[in-house]
């Protein structure tokens, strides 16, 4: 008989540690289901770490539904990949098939061999007496918080194909608004783009050409500021090109290396959130997949600390991280959410009344499915408002860059011109 350590949920979502007394793992996993717990991590500090976070044991059984066989050096499945799986799942399990029937059927009509071999790891996991959720925590890149937690309240309800249902409506909607926000940013990444070649080839095939006549021509007279200037980025976009590629890999290591700590990603988010043509877009898009998760999530039977824990997690920005911990600890003595998040000065008015109205009348998930609603549109009306804007903006400043080089380039013909015609 071994002691080990042990991390699992229970059925309202919170996070449990303690130890147990089991022969091997496997029976640990099997004592902890029988107490409504959901194991994430079994360890025994004599043997060294196990289960969710510990990877493959020496010995350990490739059956039976034990926490010893996660593959952690797994790919990722792609997320319309998941989508997809997940849609397929509520479907067959709607229509009455078992759970692991359903699995063996998306087993073999799936073309993506990273999906199938975790859906027949799956299937062979409840098999063996698993639940769904231990099935799917084998493989941590695939499958985040969000989604175990959302399975482990289907199990705990006993209503897996509406909560899939749920899942699956809330990653496509999360897949819309994330190819919203992809759309707008290709336009003007097109337009710079272009205005970087065109600037480029003008400086480093035109420009030497006109220095050369002006060398012959003006016999050592001065060339204006703004034309010295001109030849002297010529010379080094010519000459040494490596400079600029040297000077861009900095600020790209300099970026990641920042973007790495904490208060750096934090600044770095800040700054996204606060841009004047992009932040408004950034900010409705995170209003968005808060109240869509939040809701999502309390909606489904996730108690409100686990749900605004996994929330925070999955904000994909550092400044709403940060208020939503806030709100957390808020909560955790007692508050309702929407004061202290309208404290933190990061949503506006109106979904702080909405969610108060929400918590008031004890419809808080169906209120923040309207908010996310609200947003989602809003981030639509953005991103159409931003492409329309930007086009304009993205040819003036190309007509500025191009018409400094140009006008820079005819100061010193205008020179050569009198001088020829004296």
Known sequence: MAQYVYTAMDANGQERKGKIDAPNEGAAAAALKKQHLFPTSITNPKEGKGGAKGGKKKGAKKKGGGLGDITI?????????????????????????????????????????????????????????????????????????????MIRAGEAAGAMEVILDRLAMFMEKAAKIAGKVKSAMIYPSVIMSVMVLVTAGLMVFIVPNFKKIFVELLEGEPLPGLTQFVMKVSDILKDQVYLVFIALFLIFVAYKLTNKTVKGKHAIDWVKYNLPLFGPIVSKTSIARFSRTLGTLMGSGVAVLSALNIVKETAGNEVVSSAIQKVHDAVKEGEGIAPPLGATGIFPQMVISMLEVGEETGKLPDMCEKIADTYEEEVDNAVGALTSMIEPLMIVMMAVVVGTIIVSLFMPLAKIIEKLGA
């Open 73 to 149: 050096g797994t790919p990722v499945v792609k997320v319309k990949e998941l989508t997809i799986f997940t849609r397929q799942l509520s479907i067959l399990m709607s229509a009455g098939l078992p759970l692991i029937r359903s699995l063996h059927t998306l087993e073999r009509q799936s073309r993506n061999p990273i999906l199938k071999k975790i859906l027949g790891q799956a299937a062979e996991s409840v098999e063996g007496g698993s639940t769904f959720s231990e099935a799917l925590s084998k493989h941590p890149k695939s499958f985040d918080k969000l989604y175990l937690n």
